[in-house]
């Protein structure tokens, strides 16, 4: 995951690289929202998928090791 938020990132967080992953994205670009509206929830989907990991990071549990 960090090599494709990486990559993303390499390019400059508005520049291609979010852009084309917006437009990728058929719930926002596919419902005819403009670019502004369609980052906006997807920045808002990523802000809860976010918080949904913080909250169930507690929660896991590293498996044995073997001997």
Not at 9 to 18: F, H, K, L, P, S
Not at 20 to 46: F, Y
């Amino acid at each position: 995951m960090q090599g494709g938020m990486m990559g993303m990132m390499g390019g400059g967080a508005m520049g291609g690289g979010m852009m084309n992953m917006m437009e990728g994205c058929p719930m926002a670009m596919g419902s005819g929202l403009d670019r502004k509206t369609a980052m906006k929830m997807h920045g808002e989907m990523m802000r809860a998928m976010g918080d949904i990991l913080i909250k169930y990071a507690d929660k896991v549990q590293e498996p044995a090791t073997k001997q």
